[in-house]
């Protein structure tokens, strides 16, 4: 009786991972469609131009980044985000042709 129930089991597992490859399929289909009609443009970044200076105008008068965090309503990661992302938008970066 066992033999019958892994077999079963082993069954059900297959047909299950497979219709989740079916449903992935559909889904980046739809994506590609999507991208194409340009209307899937995915998340928006919680990170603008706006909060990277705040968050930079916090750093440099000494808070921490949980104050910051707290302040600015986003979370510690999001602000370690903005540590790493903030030379994108070329702020407070200067030119070598500047020096």
Known sequence: ????????????????EFETA?????????????????????RKSVITKDLIQSVEKYKNLGVSVTEIARITGKSRSTIYKV?????????????????
């Not at 449903?23 to 995915?42: D, H, S, V």
């Not at 540590?83 to 020096?99: A, G, H, M, Q, W």
């Open 1 to 16: 009786m066992q033999n019958y129930s892994q077999l079963i089991s082993t069954a059900l597992a297959a047909i299950a």
């Open 83 to 99: 540590y790493s992302v903030k030379d994108v938008f070329n702020i407070n970066k200067v030119d070598e042709k500047d020096k």
């Open 22 to 42: 079916r449903r992935r399929e559909r889904q980046r289909q739809g994506i590609a469609a999507a991208k194409k009609k340009k209307k899937y443009t995915g």
